[in-house]
Each structure stands twice: as structure tokens, then as C-alpha cells.
């Protein structure tokens, strides 16, 4: 079965910097997933991204916060920019596989 | 528009009893339905989902899940719950196979000795 590689893993950030996530998928996929998942809460899709186009952003998400890439078939990063304490979640990258969704392990982003 | 309900933010089962998590949808066309369960510091696995054909699907982990479009549901259930249950879990609804899902708050099973 596919593999969805995301890192880092975790991170502690000064407020007003900038954390880029990184998604590697172990084979071709069209369509990427971000979504943001705050404390106790469920999962919030931020935005869809498919390869050679632009990011297509969900309400209340904006590319000036969460500029997204997709260079290739199997790659895609999300920044979370300018940070404050609100955005501190955790963020997932999910893809679209013959079986389903498959999400990677998420990214604990806390900032202080 | 989609929507999920899951009914019960928590909810707590001996081991060996059976387990049942409800989930209710909303959708304006015919409904592509998931659950996936997420352990503690863990990203999301997918347990089972239904796309066309029979209603009652069986998923990884002994668990199934049968859709009503009667009652707009699509419940998760187990014989005999384990230890290793012990997660949350989340019901999610598309649109297409290939759309972007719209999860329920999602539910904590916890199993007890």
C-alpha cells in the first residue's frame, strides 16, 4: 500500500516566523489535501492542491497565510506564514489512492 | 453541501462488548461515506468506506459499517472490542470518490479492562 512521508513531525515556533510542512507520496496522485486539525477538534480541509495548477483554498483560508506547492506528481509543501499562538495544530496531508484517502502522520506545530 | 454528525463525543465499552458509533450525513447527491480511525499521536488510517453497491462494508480490524440511505446513516460497529481500540474515530462524507471529504468532531472509544 502507498506511503505518505510528512515532516517534520513536530515543531516549536516564535510567533511571527514561518514553518514549512513537507508531503512526499510514494506514487503518482492527482489531488492533495491539506487540513488542519486544532486541540480536540476534528479535521478542517485548508485547501486542495492539484499538480501544474494553483492551490484551491477553502473559507476562512487564504494562499497569503498557507501558500501551497505542488511541484510534481508525488510532492507538496504548505507554509504556515506569519504565525501566531491560534495557528499552533496539527496539520495533515492526505492524497487520493486507488483504496481511499491516506493521510499522513500529521505535523504538531505549537507556537509560542 | 455535505455535513456529518457523529452522536456521542465519547463513548466508553468493556472489552469484549460490542462496539457502536453512530454517524449521520447529509448530502445532496448520492454520498461516498468513510470512517477512519486515528490513534494517539498519529495521523488518520482509513477503516472502511462505501462507495456503491453493497451496504454493509467490511473494514481493516474486524470493524464494519452498514449504510442506511433511509435513515441518512452510516454507523460503525464491532462484535467484541479490544484493548487496542482505544482511539478516536471519525466519520467523513464526500461527494465523489475523488472529492474532498467533510469530517464529523469525531468520537473517543475508550475500552475497558
Known amino acids: 500500500s502507498a506511503v505518505i512521508s510528512q515532516k517534520p513531525s513536530r515543531d516549536i515556533c516564535q510567533r511571527g516566523t514561518s514553518l514549512t510542512i513537507q508531503c512526499q507520496v510514494d506514487s503518482q496522485v492527482t489531488m492533495m489535501f491539506w487540513y488542519r486539525q486544532q486541540p480536540g477538534q476534528s479535521l478542517t480541509l485548508i485547501a486542495t492542491?492539484?499538480?501544474?495548477?494553483?492551490?484551491?483554498?477553502e473559507s476562512g483560508f487564504v494562499i497569503d497565510k498557507f501558500p501551497i506547492s505542488r511541484p510534481n506528481l508525488t510532492f507538496s509543501t504548505l507554509t504556515v506564514s506569519n504565525m501566531s499562538p491560534e495557528d499552533s495544530s496539527i496539520y495533515l496531508c492526505?492524497?487520493?489512492?486507488?483504496?481511499?484517502?491516506?493521510f499522513g502522520s500529521g505535523t504538531r506545530l505549537t507556537v509560542v | 453541501a455535505q455535513s456529518v454528525t457523529q452522536l456521542g463525543s465519547h463513548v466508553s465499552v468493556s472489552e469484549g462488548a460490542l462496539v457502536l458509533l453512530r454517524c449521520n450525513y447529509s448530502?445532496?447527491?448520492?454520498?461516498?461515506l468513510f470512517w477512519y480511525v486515528q490513534y494517539p499521536n498519529q495521523g488518520l488510517q482509513l477503516l472502511l468506506k462505501?462507495?456503491?453497491?453493497?451496504?454493509l462494508v467490511k473494514g481493516i480490524n474486524g470493524f464494519e459499517a452498514e449504510f442506511k440511505k433511509s435513515e441518512t446513516s452510516f454507523h460503525l460497529t464491532k462484535p467484541s472490542a479490544h484493548m487496542s481500540d482505544a482511539a478516536e474515530y471519525f466519520c467523513?462524507?464526500?461527494?465523489?470518490?475523488?472529492?474532498?471529504?467533510?469530517f464529523g468532531d469525531g468520537t473517543t472509544l475508550t475500552v475497558k479492562p
Open positions: 462505501y462507495t456503491t453497491g453493497a451496504t
Open positions: 448530502s445532496s447527491v448520492p454520498p461516498y
Open positions: 467523513a462524507v464526500s461527494d465523489t470518490n475523488a472529492g474532498k471529504s467533510t
Open positions: 492526505s492524497a487520493l489512492l486507488n483504496y481511499g484517502y491516506t
Open positions: 492542491a492539484n499538480q501544474g495548477s494553483e492551490a484551491t483554498y
